[in-house]
């Protein structure tokens, strides 16, 4: 099983740690540290030897950031881990602080007692973070001192080691573009720039086509990369990843080398006056630091495999269509599954979400889920980032909604759909509620629109009809999907932030959704792939659309016909049509008769 | 009358023009100068003697810069002015190049000669312009260089002194809000910095409450000022323009100072190590290099007085209802009788616009047009930033559609609107496009969204309708609008650009178009504001929504009913019902007829 639902964190840890850190803080001459929530790589997940701040604090959310100073400590969350937080650490030792309105930067100019050395290992906070850090540690009158080893890792006595997962080929069959091709296409957009520094394990995994498994849920290859703009290119990795079947695929487009030689890389690119391309938003500082000593010229800007890899090409798209129509199977089996059993009672979250596992695992292709399954029964379902342990575990009851988040990681795509379904007979407050919901989902699967267009344009047609009612949620619309890689990727996304135009071949989800705290929650999310559209007689200009690529009923019972158009019903018919269509070679009699009814024409 | 209709522009003499200038940059020792259209505050109109881009080159469009090196010249213009600067420049002299396509920053990394010196007159260009151009001279191997006086005034010998227009007060009746109080709220905003740059009229006109005359049909006083963290106000301005009751109201909130004396204001904030709030988009590089030089500290953050002006207070919002109301009688009196007339023949472009504005001026409180007047029939209604010369101006034919942009200066609100009539009747394809149009104008109209909701999340509310049809428009959907102040002001807008949160009293445009190049050209504009929503039952949060301040008929003529929702019907025909009740009292009887069958219920 790829899911746990133990309840790791224990807040009478907490003080010992913070003491001995604290200690450790004191021998070096320190007045404080900064623990973020990052590795090297900034990225959602991280292996256990980086659980730096779980270690410390307990808190298991997927980001935060704590401050120790030697007489007061705060932890700094997200609105979704408000809660969480709370039962998580010692709130005597770390206050917990919301990162926006009281964000680290403030805390740090109120708190920072003149003169002191608040300390960071430039390894694991990026470029952008630390010169905010900076500036606020000097309005203190403090300073901002990175240093060579991190002070938390000599105390924690058990940290695991680093990973050491083995790097594999991804066949060019699921990725569609050899990495010769791949690189020639990204060295000649660094527009004047000698090479370009990457640091995302998942640039790292496109460019070379190799998948890793250093991370949960993600297949990451945690290593660095240089690309160089003749072309040429430098894998800095863990050698003991790297395989005789990793090393010959590797062979003829990239450099291997040790780990440990990036140092002395980035110190040739400054001996050569070289200008580097670096991510200030996603670059470890201590890489910039390097640089810049080495006497090489900086240039800020995107990781140049951020765009390429976000379009993906006919080979990834036909894969994610076959990892839907598995997926959707599996799913479906699942659902069949509940219709039957939960109505009788006895259903958990623990065992739904551990039955939809199985489901996944039985066709054969499982790779991983692509995160944790947000199995939310009730009011649980109104926590958007739900993660059932089983401290937490509700029973699936009559008149209650049951959302059920969930994803998984197959060789040919990743997938992630969210389905909310009735046990027994919805209430008429909460089929208003999903229609609302589902008139947003059908707005955004069909809309039309100009190449040019940002995800941020198309944000409000997933929230009118709940903005007409007075009534909103507070997530995005829509993040981008990797193929067999990071289940949120970027640029795309279908929020107010999403700035960047949708372009074909970029998947990206379509999930409104409606939380009653305290009662329920509903979400319908399918994966969206950008196509161009048909052309209409008579239009003039090329448009976009989206192809929807899941493929799962929508809970009927939840739908309240007389609040749809004649177009939404006709798209609701449709689909369900498709998906009976898609789905029915190879599912069982029992499934069958099940989703049959589950598409019925309505 | 505010509006002319002369062609101005004679490529004949450019030649001669840019010879004088190239002599005189020789003669300085310069091999190359930039001209912006900007004068020293950045706004929308200039004064006569800043018109300096137009005087060498001809070109009289509202953007645009030229570049002039010893053997070559170019001039930059975005997507409204490809063909204008054809028929106004010598072609030969001055190269048009695309401001986005080919911008300035590469055609100087491509043209400018290894060594060469490109001045600029640091007073014309923003920090921020001015660091992207230094930036390309250097990769060119040049260098940019700033003069003290500019070279083209020198060889401009006709040109016209500065403007000198009295200030007259703005009365607390418009302004509601005494200047004493707003300053406290600027001064109170400033988060840290000692002191706020004022570069821009329209900050300046606002935070001092008073109007000015020294462009065109904004009354703007050209004048710098510094607002102090402690509310104390410096007002740096051609002492001419200040008569003995502008004095008297000033007197209290606000130093007043000779123009003349900002170098030194800014020499002693920088002696004193002060901390300086400055606009890099919109600050001239010579204030900031000055205040550099000096030792002040320099803070780059959006001009202060933006949000709180865009944020009208009751008074002002109370102020643009009546100047809408007078304003809509104008207009619906130009209606009826170009509704009557125009049919039967011998109406043209020119003589609509001026019985427009005729009808204006009988209102007897026109203070100017708030920018000239597009008036264009068939084709040039196509044309999005058309101006009506006596070189262009077509006649009135039954079957075209006819366009009027138009807006007034009162001393209680500021006007613009558009609407579409048809000449005769309307074909089946214009009333297919003015319908889209419509749609999307109601679209916004009835948006209700909550607050935090930018304008660039509401834009695709708009297009909706037009993209279903393979169509949209290459425009913005909403601009800001002043109190008696600039027609396009921010930071609000509707547009894929528009990342500001919407807030109650935000003045803005809603118009959506379409254009139909060679043919004809449609837009539905009509000005909003702001408003909390009323909240409906079973709503959980506040929402914000429009109220429609324009009043005027929309053309029936042009409206395929089948094309609209039952909910756009009911939309219209309470607008065209409220249109009839507010604007009946005080309109002639031919023309209340005409508004009768013009306002019909559909």
Known sequence: MFQT???????????????????ELKRRGLDGFLIPRADEHQGEYVPPHAERLRWLTGFSGSAGLAIVLTDKAAI?????????????????????????????????????????????????????????????????????????????????????????????????????????????????????????????????????????????????????????????????????????????????VVSLRPKDDLAKALDDLGADKKTVLVDPATCASWINDRLQTAGAKIKRGTDPCELPKACKNAAEIDGTRAAHLRDGRALTRFLAWLGQTAPRGGIDEITASKKLEAFRADTGALKDLSFDTISGAGPNGAI????????????????????????????????????TVAIGRASAEQRDRFTRVLKGHIGIATARFP????????????????????????????????????????????SKLGSVPLRPGMIISNEPGYYKTGAYGIRIENLLVVTPATMIEGGERPMLGFETLTLAPIDLNCVEASLLTAEEIEWLNAYHARVREALTPGLDAETLAWLKDATRTI
Request: charged share 25%; glycine share 8%; no cysteine.
């Open 451 to 494: 190449e040019g267009t940002s995800g941020s344009q198309l944000d409000a047609l997933a929230r009118m009809s709940l903005w007409k009612a007075g009534l909103d949620y507070d997530h995005g619309t829509g993040h981008g999907v990797g193929s067999y890689l990071s289940v949120h990727e970027g640029p795309q996304r279908i």
């Open 76 to 252: 700094f969350i997200d609105g979704r881990y408000t809660l969480q937080v709370r039962s998580q650490t010692d709130v005597n030792i770390f206050e917990p602080q919301h990162l926006i309105e009281q964000p680290p930067v403030r805390w740090i100019e109120e708190h920072l007692p003149k003169g002191a050395k608040l300390a960071y290992d430039p390894w694991l906070h990026t470029i952008d973070a630390i010169a905010r850090y900076k500036a606020a540690a000097e309005k203190a009158g403090g300073t901002l001192v990175p240093i060579d080893t991190n002070p938390l890792d000599a105390v924690w006595t058990d940290q695991p080691p680093p990973p050491d997962a083995p790097v594999q080929p991804h066949e060019l069959k699921y990725a569609g573009e050899p990495a010769s091709e791949k690189l020639k296409r990204v060295s000649a957009s660094l527009d004047g720039a000698d090479a370009a520094m990457l640091t995302m394990p998942d640039s790292i995994a496109w460019a070379f086509n190799i998948r890793g498994g250093d991370v949960g849920h993600t297949p990451l290859p945690l290593s660095f990369a240089l690309i160089h703009a003749d072309g040429h290119a430098e894998l800095f990795i863990d050698e003991r990843k790297v395989g005789p079947e990793a090393r010959a695929h590797l062979g003829n």
């Open 5 to 23: 639902y133990d309840d790791t964190a224990n807040p009478a840890l907490v003080a010992e740690r913070a003491k001995r850190l604290r200690d």
């Open 384 to 419: 958007v980032h739900y993660r059932v342990t089983q401290g937490t575990n509700q029973p699936l009851q009559p008149g209650e909604l049951f959302l059920v988040d969930s994803g998984a990681q197959y060789l040919d795509g990743t997938t992630d759909v969210t389905r």
